[in-house]
């Protein structure tokens, strides 16, 4: 097989001359802190895409989840339960306000938190459930809004991964009390650096707005009746933002494009494809992968020999959380299957950017690398 001289990359920004026209009308205009047209436009668009009343923009998606769990008064004493397999954002925003992190272990097909075993976790301190739908795969929410209800604890949904993943036909970010997107640049709109805290609830809305913006009152200048932060994002990140989502539906269109491709090009037996269940419109955020456990341990030098003979660039999956130096005292139990998968996963190539004839290099590569591991 001809092998490619360029890297594929696994995910890059798709910007076009719309976001450049924005971005250059807002540094023109001379609003290129965080005061602008851009800003409302990106709120109110986000707000309207997504289907809720509020979206609030903020720096990035860590902040995000941060300031949804101080409005919502969670702090020390207070424990939240979250996935062990997620981006480690997720769970540093809960010891940020001083809360327990309590972790579950994840679904062997989803990969998202087993929906199955959060009730178990609810003690007298839970405080919140915080799902994260991981690389696009909706959380099957509906049983843990019955969850959530039935305890009077708060859902919030990290969805940085998952924009235009719909549960049930709608799009996720706004089944819990609030939820968080993230627009890093290998998300699937971005901004550079940025974040959207989403919710329905006015007076949420207000606080997190606030809080953002160093709890400055609204009434009497240059006071502060409470300790804020300065979340915000500035309008050129905003101009970037607004052009990406008004090209959000095609982006996401792609990513199921792309999908498609793989698995149609991608068929070998050692190869485990992502699902998509009947409740769930998955968006690809990452289209991602499973080794069969006999090749799983060649993982790494599997993806080394993509990078260095085929320009292919890979990722590994998240390691568990509670495998990290500062979390594996909460590590109460063993997460089996977690344990048994996240050591054979691998991010494929998912740029919006691919061609048809990239995915099919990249599935015949992979192919071409895992059949010298069949003996
Ligand atoms: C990307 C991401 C975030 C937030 O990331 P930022 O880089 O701070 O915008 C949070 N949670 C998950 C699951 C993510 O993938």
């Known amino acids: 097989m001809e092998k490619k ?7 890059e920004p798709n910007l076009t001359d719309l ?10 205009s001379g609003w290129i802190s965080s005061k602008g047209k851009y800003i409302e436009l990106f709120e109110q668009k986000f707000a309207e895409f997504l289907g809720v009343k509020h979206a609030i923009t903020v720096s990035n998606g860590t902040v995000s989840l941060h ?28 010891k940020y306000v001083g809360a327990t992190p309590v972790f579950v272990d994840s679904e062997a097909d989803t990969w998202n938190m087993d929906v199955k075993q959060v009730e178990g976790k ?29 305890y009077g604890i708060y859902l919030i949904e990290d969805s940085a991964e998952a924009l235009g993943t719909k549960y049930k036909g ?6 819990g009390i609030a939820g968080s997107f993230s627009f890093f ?20 809305a207000k606080r997190i707005r606030k809080l953002k913006n160093q709890g400055n009152s609204e009434t009497k200048r240059y006071w502060h009746d409470i300790i804020g932060f300065n979340y915000r994002m500035t309008n050129l990140q905003a101009a970037i933002g607004y052009a990406q989502l008004l090209r959000a539906k095609e982006l996401i269109e792609k990513k199921r494009l792309i999908a498609s491709w793989y698995k149609k090009h991608l068929n070998h037996p050692l190869i485990i494809h992502p699902i998509e269940k009947p409740y769930c419109t998955h968006s690809y955020w990452m289209y991602s992968i499973l080794l069969d456990r006999s090749v799983g341990r060649f993982r790494d030098e599997i993806m080394q020999k993509l990078y260095h003979e085929y320009g292919i660039e890979t990722r590994p999956f998240f390691y568990p959380a509670t495998l990290m130096p500062m979390y594996q005292n909460l590590a109460d139990e063993d997460f089996p299957v977690l344990m048994d998968f996240y050591w054979r996963g691998i991010n494929l190539p998912s740029s919006t950017k691919l061609t048809y004839d990239d995915v099919k290099y990249v599935s015949s590569s992979l192919i071409e690398v895992l059949n010298e591991y069949i003996r």
């Open 19 to 28: 976001e450049r026209e924005y971005l250059i009308d807002a540094f023109d």
């Open 67 to 94: 300031l949804i769990l101080l409005v919502l008064g969670i702090g020390a004493g207070d424990e939240v339960i979250v996935p062990n397999f997620t981006y480690i954002a997720s769970v540093n925003a809960i």
């Open 5 to 11: 001289k360029k890297v594929i990359p696994v995910s």
């Open 170 to 175: 709608k799009y996720v970010g706004q089944f």
């Open 122 to 150: 609810i003690t007298k301190k839970t405080k919140a459930i915080m799902v994260v739908h991981i690389y696009g795969h909706a959380v099957d929410l509906d049983p843990l809004l019955d969850i959530a209800n039935r």
């Open 185 to 204: 640049g290998n998300k699937t709109i971005t901004t550079g650096e940025g974040g959207m805290v989403v919710t329905n609830d006015d007076e949420l």
